[in-house]
């Protein structure tokens, strides 16, 4: 006997998919060029730049030396096209 999927249980795992896809949160990672670093030291730096509000102070974590590695960079411009056409 198959397993038949119910079209509901199928919506339910791609709206969990476009939802967990689309969250507003960045999720950032750290790391200090040039230094040797430990996990506790991380949490130490990363829980005295939490606020109350628990949203992280992403320019704290600057100020002690941490860089995030995914960037705020959008993407590079399109190349725009020679007015004349493509060379050949």
Do not use: H
Request: charged share 30%; with cysteine.
């Amino acid at each position: 006997m198959t397993a038949v999927i119910r079209p509901w249980c199928l919506l339910v795992v791609v709206a969990s998919g476009v939802l967990i896809g689309c969250s507003s949160d960045r999720d950032r990672q750290w790391y200090k060029p040039n230094a040797n670093y430990t996990v506790d030291e991380f949490k130490r730096d990363r829980d005295g730049c939490t606020g109350k509000d628990k949203v992280l102070d992403e320019q704290c974590m600057k100020d002690r030396g941490w860089v995030p590695l995914t960037s705020d960079r959008t993407a590079p411009p399109k190349p725009t096209q020679n007015p004349r056409g493509p060379r050949y």
